[in-house]
């Protein structure tokens, strides 16, 4: 019996330990003004699942519920080269800012951020 509690509380443990964290941002043009229905993607880099979400009327955009991991988020809408950030690191719980400024240009050329 108490091999069974020791089990449970140390999965209640480990489990505790964990928490997805989100990205989140708004999306602007070179001049400030900011860009709706921009489609952006949150790719992590160890598993390879994409989440996608697409910035609001203010430019905003969320994605949420992401397990810790290195995620490349990609950026685009048409007029616009895309955005490309290759690393970034997210914590357990952590809400990561991501603010983006998207260049003008067409979707066949992108600007990657090197940090």
């Keep these: 019996m108490r091999l069974v509690v020791c089990f449970v509380l140390g999965c209640v443990i480990v489990w505790g330990q964990g928490g997805n964290g989100s990205i989140t941002g708004t999306i602007t043009d070179?001049?400030?003004a900011v860009i709706p229905a921009a489609t952006v993607e949150a790719r992590n880099r160890e598993t390879g699942v994409v989440r996608t979400a697409a910035s609001t009327s203010a430019g905003d955009y969320t994605i949420s519920d992401l397990p810790i991991g290195t995620y490349v988020v990609t950026?685009?809408?048409k007029g616009f080269k895309n955005?490309?950030?290759?690393n970034?690191?997210?914590a357990a719980t952590q809400v990561l800012r991501e603010d983006?400024?998207?260049?003008?240009g067409t979707s066949s050329e992108s600007v990657t951020?090197?940090?």
């Design 30 to 32: 070179p001049g400030g």
């Design 75 to 77: 950026a685009a809408v």
């Design 83 to 86: 955005y490309i950030h290759p």
């Design 88 to 90: 970034l690191t997210l």
């Design 100 to 104: 983006i400024t998207l260049q003008l």
């Design 113 to 115: 951020v090197t940090v």
